[in-house]
């Protein structure tokens, strides 16, 4: 089992920054690679960035290309989601997860709560 908890969350305006954090524990946290998904409000979850076990590679939605870094400190347990920018499109429940290296939420099998990112426009 692996235990994520986001934090970091919380209102922002248009233009601005947050950085989330999601601290893991359990099993050994290097064997899996980690993304961040989002969900808005009536939409469907979608995935946001990912990163290798090593963090050597990345990938990120074309929506937040550019503007968003995921990045990952094995010493740690814990993975961050840098995001700079932030437009109100934005404003969602960020869930960082564990598993394979997927862009589909079913690749991974471990998910924290979620944290709220509300960017005012």
């Known amino acids: 089992q692996v235990q994520l908890v986001e934090s970091g969350g919380g209102l922002v305006q248009a233009g601005g920054s947050l950085r989330l954090a999601c601290a893991a524990s359990g099993r050994t946290f290097s064997n899996f690679a980690m993304a961040w998904f989002r969900q808005a409000a009536g939409k469907e979850r979608e995935f946001v960035a990912r990163i290798t076990t090593s963090g050597a590679s990345t990938d990120y939605s074309n929506a937040v290309k550019g503007r968003f870094t995921i990045s990952r400190d094995n010493a740690k347990n814990s993975v961050y989601l840098q995001m700079n920018s932030l437009k109100a499109e934005d404003t969602a429940v960020y869930y960082c997860?564990?598993?394979?290296?997927?862009?589909?939420?079913?690749?991974?099998?471990?998910w924290g709560q979620g944290t709220q990112v509300t960017v005012s426009s």
């Open positions: 997860a564990a598993g394979w290296y997927s862009v589909s939420a079913s690749g991974y099998e471990y």
